[in-house]
């Protein structure tokens, strides 16, 4: 009754979302808050909710700074040499953009934290998608799902988590995974090729072949250049505001940021933690009257209002199915239907399985409840706990699509689309992703598929 009601509760919120007959803000708090009285935890559920905003407190504080630092960055100027140097580079083509920006997301993804990969990559590439008009759908895709791929890095989570919650080695599990995320990227470029192409086609553009002078009038309308924001001096520049630029604390700012990414990569301090103190520094040294800071953090308000509302709703929503024990029930009846014939094939049942059940759960309750039971059932067929922690993993991309993940909420708001839409278009595209993850693995010998 538990599991059924989980599904029921997840496909529920999903159409209502992916239909637009509910925000999703609003979705996920009504959805599991009905689910959960007619599963008879009325008198109890105010306490899981309030597990559920605790657990993910950390995360909401944490996004709601680095959305403020970064929006103090993008206004301060920046990245506008990183904006110009690749109009320079791409020249209006939109093959090379979209190719660009797997090359930057995977880079940026190598701290192992999808939001901070999120808002870098957005910051460098969302100006150039609204200058060529480009889908923006297609630069969420590509940028989730190479932070699916670089999330399978020790230090991101999933591998740290399946390594401890069976008791090996996460050079074990991690190392023999490099050459199908090698595989993965590789992937991402040819898609992100066939994106450019089609969106080359459909806007008619013609490809610059001279690199583009930021001082020069805007392209004719046929190269798809004519939509550029500049500075009173015509340079270019991606501040909302072009009078809060502050060139002159340029090399202040890039030393901040820079440092800012390597205290994240090496967890000196918890991640709230710095970035409250980076967007405390950033806002002290380039806008030091009191009128100045409150127009830079009033224009990126509706920002952080939108994606803090959603991470404590999602709390909400995470609370509920766990506390209910939803989470639990559909995890087993999801191991539950598999049977003991199929024992030998368990490497390919658990990167089959873990699609789902990564999109339904969390990667807690997935890693340390669902792939221990899969682990050890395996273990009776001679296979190793190594090869069901890698197939464990092939379900990232997918996972980054659940509506329990925080950081979507992030790159879906900073890019301007909608959760649904970003759902339909990008799910075929991540199944095929996991696919090639799985398929590479298991020709370079990281587990026998019998």
């Known amino acids: 009754m538990q599991a059924l009601l989980g599904f029921l509760m997840i496909f529920t919120f999903m159409g209502l979302i992916m239909t637009k007959r509910m925000p999703a803000v609003v979705a996920l708090i ?4 009905i689910f959960g009285l007619i599963a008879g ?3 109890t559920m105010g306490s899981m909710m309030l597990d559920g905003i605790e657990k993910i407190a950390a995360t909401g504080v944490m ?3 680095a959305i403020l630092f970064f929006g103090l960055m993008i206004d301060s100027g920046l990245f506008d040499p990183v904006v110009k140097a690749l109009l320079q580079a791409v020249k209006g083509d939109p093959v090379k953009i979209l190719v660009g920006t797997v090359l930057l997301a995977a880079f940026v993804s190598l701290d192992g ?3 901070t990969a999120y ?3 957005c910051a460098a590439m969302l100006p150039l998608y609204k200058r060529l008009q480009l889908d923006r759908l297609m630069m969420v895709c590509l940028v989730m799902l190479t932070s699916g791929i670089m999330n399978i890095l020790p230090w991101g989570g999933p591998t740290a988590r399946v390594a401890a919650a069976l008791q090996v080695e996460v050079a074990d599990v991690f190392v023999p995974m490099i050459p199908a995320m090698a595989a993965g990227i590789v992937a991402l470029v040819g898609l992100a090729w066939l994106f450019g192409s089609a969106e080359r086609k459909r806007l008619g553009l013609v490809v610059l072949r001279q690199p583009l002078d930021d001082r020069a009038p805007p392209p004719a309308v046929g190269t798809g250049l004519n939509d550029m924001t500049l500075t009173n001096e015509g340079e270019i520049t991606v501040s909302t505001e072009p009078a809060a630029r502050r060139p002159k604390l340029m090399w202040f700012n890039a030393f901040l940021t820079f440092s800012l990414i390597v205290l994240l990569m090496i967890g000196l301090l918890p991640l709230p933690v710095l970035f409250m103190c980076a967007f405390a520094m950033a806002a002290i ?3 030091p009257k009191l009128e100045e800071f409150r127009a830079r953090a009033a224009a990126h308000a509706p920002n952080v209002l939108a994606v803090v509302s959603l991470i404590f709703a999602a709390g909400v929503f995470t609370g509920i199915v766990s506390g209910t024990g939803m989470v639990e029930a559909m995890s087993l009846w999801m191991v539950g239907i ?4 199929m024992g030998p094939y368990l490497v390919p049942i658990t990167a089959a399985l873990s699609l789902p059940l990564n999109f339904l759960i969390s990667n807690d309750a997935f890693f340390f409840g669902v792939v221990p039971v899969l682990a050890e059932t395996a273990s009776h067929y001679g296979i190793s706990k190594e090869a069901i922690a890698s197939a464990s993993l092939v379900a990232q991309p997918v996972h980054l699509l659940s509506p329990l993940v925080a950081s979507t909420y992030l790159l879906v708001s900073m890019a301007g689309v909608e959760l649904g839409d970003h759902q339909r278009f990008t799910l075929k595209w991540a199944l095929a992703t996991s696919l090639v993850l799985f398929l590479a693995a298991a020709a370079c010998g ?3 598929v019998r």
């Open 338 to 341: 598999v049977p003991e014939s």
């Open 113 to 115: 934290d999808g939001s």
């Open 30 to 33: 009504v959805v599991p808050i």
């Open 285 to 287: 040294v380039n806008y």
């Open 446 to 448: 990281v587990f026998n």
């Open 119 to 121: 808002m870098i990559t």
């Open 41 to 43: 935890f009325g008198p």
């Open 63 to 65: 996004l709601m700074f």
